[in-house]
């Protein structure tokens, strides 16, 4: 069942309901200010950081779980209705909400009155815009009462939810004509503030939510619509809302349009007051003049249209598969972005008052992120490297606004600091940009501490060449991806953190899936240090490698698959010899993209392995079979029931890896296979099981042992989004940035036919043709036949022409 359709020309999902199985959600906002919304207008905003700078309130756990957020009523005689939906939950005549890229719109009908409502975040200011647009359809004049209303957060999210004894004390507004400031704690050390203001004259207005809504009342309900008025109110304290009235005449046929904008301001410190006691509005002012009218409105908007056209032509395939087209030309790509944007801090299911920026999973979202703005990439890499700690291991997150480490959870997962290797191999291999290598930056922030970023990579590799078990593996530490298998951890009392209980490091527990990591990504290093001239220390490095290869083919191979780890009482875990979790995919993916046992075909049985145990109809789970009890020794892992998260759900994120996976022994039907399973629109008609966004990843799906088999939870922040980029874009359809230049090696079925993809890279545009006409010619660039995959770069040239016939 489906609850929408994806409109791919204008690169939106379009929602035909207001009851999806869950709030389906967007986000807004491009860099700094950030907005979630719903399907039904939810969510919150906030600047830079979810957690110490949110604007409007959030309440977590509510029923229903999405009230609040963006609230607008049309008042038509007696009825009070919003084109959301909610507030008011008056059953509506027509609905539907589009979510597009950065922006999202509702158009509804009731009562012979339409309304459309736009919202997006304009590019470069700080601030949301919405646009209310009412028509009169029918025969009657039509005297309506329009009502906005957000709901104030105290700016520190955390705080705000709990320290009731000062936060119903403190609030503090002012209001000037259709501008309502919100200006608590800006009279002591805050120098940001907010506004919410309509760029029309005002009937009335109202900043006291009690007032608003009136006792006993919720948002659907409040008493000040009910009746038509606003009660001009000027909250002190308690709960502070900012809402607008405004009466509105229309003739049949009439339409009318509003620009309301949610903003937010920093004013240096030195210039906070404009007289004593009065704030500095002048910053306000010259934003709210800034998008004051209907065609300022329509060029901002018209501005982000344009600004995702460019990012969206650089990498644009044709084939004759449509969900193909849709996923990789809008949806993969945007998704990239947003977990660029959030990391794993603000979604539905991630509170934004919790972890940070993740160091492992900012270094794989910037995977898929590379070619879109590259700059940006380049200045993340540069603050996640500076968390590092001197001896290479590093903090495990950090919080945007300070980028400073997180103390509470610390270091000692030993997967992270082969990521920043990761990630940087692909900028280079994206950009050709090696200065970023000479780029001075610091161990733990400490100023004076910097070196080279090259500097930082190497001791990532020596970290985990310094820190092997007993048989010559990479040591687990706290954990390695899979967050749950903690080795070293030993909790027996409920509310310790699996995460940062016990000892971090412990000598015997080590990882096969880091020891995959370490030959990919050591190889990739070797390679950077060939291409910068460093050929000895590329010749020691891939000696490192070939150690470690050798270990993994000797010490983790169980004869059919890869074995998982090793435990602290090095004891195998993921092996035939255990009764449960016998087989995880983590290194199935992950061993064979680093070639290790391919002249033996490891490869090659660990995939069919993989269809053998792990293979849904939605992916491929992350283990069976799935732990029954609690195991002392493994962690949280066997802390879940049986089929959800890491306990033998489909944890999207590591599907691509055995796509990628299977290019990489020649596989293409199996590549193809495991991408579409668990690929968003290929689950489109399964609404109702799979119960998130269809045109999104989730990060798991419940596995076959669960009891609700099939549903996904935890969408839009998953490594997933890049990985499958990677992997799609890349591995299968074989366009591959490379340091030398872009490579063409492509991985299809022959079903999948003949495609075109064109791709900016490097300041030149590539017009590529794979031809599947079975002559097997491979290569030809501008009509001349090239030896091998490499497009030979010429300087200077803008564009090229490129055929590969397979
Ligand atoms: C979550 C974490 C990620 C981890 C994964 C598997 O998605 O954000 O860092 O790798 O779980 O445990
Ligand atoms: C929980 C989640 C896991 C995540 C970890 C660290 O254990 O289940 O997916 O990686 O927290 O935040």
């Known amino acids: 069942m489906k609850y929408g359709f994806f409109d791919d020309a204008n690169r939106e999902y379009c929602i035909t309901t207001p009851f999806t199985p869950l709030p389906w959600i967007n986000y807004l906002g491009n860099d700094g200010f950030f907005g979630l919304i719903s399907n039904t207008a939810g969510g919150y905003c906030f600047y830079r950081d979810a957690k110490l700078r949110r604007i409007t309130r959030y309440r977590y756990n509510n029923i229903p779980n999405d009230i609040g957020g963006r609230l607008y009523y049309i008042k038509d005689g007696n009825t009070v209705w919003s084109p959301a939906y909610r507030p008011a939950e008056t059953e509506l005549d027509s609905y539907e909400c589009r979510h597009g890229m950065g922006y999202t719109t ?43 209303g957000i709901e104030w957060c105290l700016w520190n999210a955390v705080d705000d939810s709990q320290n009731y004894q000062r936060n ?33 004259e005002v009937d009335g207005f109202d900043t006291d939510r009690d007032v608003f809504l009136g006792a006993g009342r919720a948002w659907n309900k409040p008493v000040q619509v009910e009746n038509g008025k606003s009660g001009n109110t000027v909250a002190s304290g308690w709960y502070p809302i900012a809402s607008h009235s405004i009466k509105v005449t229309l003739a049949p046929g009439e339409k009318k349009s509003y620009v309301f904008q949610l903003g937010y301001i920093e004013v240096p410190r030195d210039q906070k007051w404009e007289s004593k006691g009065i704030i500095n509005k002048k910053p306000a002012v010259e934003l709210i003049n800034k998008y004051n009218s209907d065609a300022a409105f329509e060029a901002a908007f018209k501005a982000l249209k344009d600004y995702w056209d460019n990012l969206l032509s650089i990498y644009h395939v044709e084939s004759k598969d449509e969900k193909v087209n849709r996923m990789v030309n809008i949806w993969h790509q945007y998704q990239v972005m947003v977990t660029f944007n959030m990391s ?30 590259p700059e940006r990439a380049r200045d993340r890499i540069i603050d996640i490297a500076s968390i590092q700690f001197e001896n290479g291991s590093t ?131 070797a390679d950077i240090c ?74 090659a049985k660990a995939l069919d392995s993989l269809y053998k145990y792990l293979v849904n109809d939605y992916g491929i789970e992350i283990l069976a079979p799935c732990y029954t009890t609690y195991h002392v020794e493994l962690g949280e892992i066997s802390s879940y029931p049986p089929g959800y998260k890491e306990n033998g759900a489909i944890f999207t994120h590591n599907n691509p890896w055995c796509s990628v996976a299977a290019t990489v022994i020649g596989d293409a039907e199996k590549a193809f296979d495991i991408y579409k399973r668990s690929c968003p629109a290929f689950l489109e008609d399964v609404s109702e099981i799979h119960r998130t966004e269809p045109y999104v990843y989730s990060q798991m799906i419940a596995g076959r042992a669960a009891v609700h088999y099939g549903e996904a939870k935890n969408s839009f922040l998953t490594g997933t989004a890049a990985w499958v980029v990677v992997d799609i874009t890349q591995a299968i359809l074989g366009v591959q940035p490379t340091l030398q230049g872009l490579s063409i090696k492509p991985c ?20 590529i043709n794979v031809i599947q006409d079975g002559s097997g010619k491979g290569l030809v660039v501008d009509g001349a036949a090239v030896e091998g995959n490499l497009i030979p770069a010429v300087e200077g040239k803008k564009e090229y022409k490129v055929e590969f016939y397979i």
Not at 441 to 469: A, C, D, Q, W, Y
Not at 539 to 553: D, G, L, N, Q
Not at 572 to 582: I, L, R, W
Not at 748 to 767: E, I, L, N, Q, W
């Open 748 to 767: 299809v079925t022959k079903d999948f036919g003949s495609y075109s993809v064109v791709r900016k890279y490097r300041g030149a545009k590539y017009d």
């Open 168 to 200: 119903l004390s403190i609030g503090e507004l002012e209001v000037i004509g259709s501008t309502i400031y919100h200006k608590t704690e800006y009279r002591e050390r805050r120098n940001h503030y907010a506004f919410f203001t309509v760029n029309t």
């Open 106 to 148: 509702f158009n509804s009908t009731k009562d012979g009155v339409n309304a459309k409502l736009t919202f997006f975040v304009p590019l470069g200011d700080a601030c949301e815009l919405h646009r209310l647009e009412v028509v009169n359809n029918s025969n009657e004049t039509k005297e309506l009462t329009l009502y906005s």
């Open 530 to 603: 060939d291409y910068v001239g460093l050929t000895d220390e590329a010749k020691t490095i891939r000696a490192e490698v070939e150690k470690v290869k050798t270990a993994t083919e000797e010490f983790g191979w169980d004869g059919e698959w890869f074995l998982r780890a090793y435990d602290a009482y090095g004891n195998k875990v993921g092996s035939n010899e255990c009764e449960e979790g016998k087989i995880f995919i983590e290194p199935q993916g992950f061993c064979t993209m680093a070639g290790i046992g391919q002249e033996k075909g490891f490869g």
């Open 344 to 373: 794993r801090s603000a979604s539905y299911w991630e509170t934004g008052i919790g972890r940070g920026m993740g160091f492992r999973d900012s270094c794989q979202d910037l995977l898929g992120f590379m070619h879109l703005i």
């Open 395 to 525: 903090y495990h997150q950090y919080q945007p606004l300070t980028k400073r480490g997180n103390a509470d959870i610390g270091g000692g997962f030993n997967d992270d600091p082969l990521w920043l290797v990761a990630c940087t191999a692909a900028y280079i291999r994206e950009t050709g940009d090696t200065t970023i290598l000479d780029h001075p930056t610091p161990f733990n922030n400490v100023e004076g501490s910097e070196k080279p970023l090259m500097e930082h990579l190497r001791r990532s590799i020596n970290f985990t060449i310094n820190n092997k078990g007993p048989h010559g593996l990479p040591l687990i530490g706290r954990a390695d991806w899979n967050d749950c298998l903690n080795l070293n951890c030993f909790s027996e009392e409920p509310g310790e953190s699996f995460q940062t209980f016990g000892p971090s490091e412990g000598p015997v527990a080590e990882s096969v899936f880091i020891a995959g990591m370490f030959v990919k990504y050591g190889k990739e290093y």
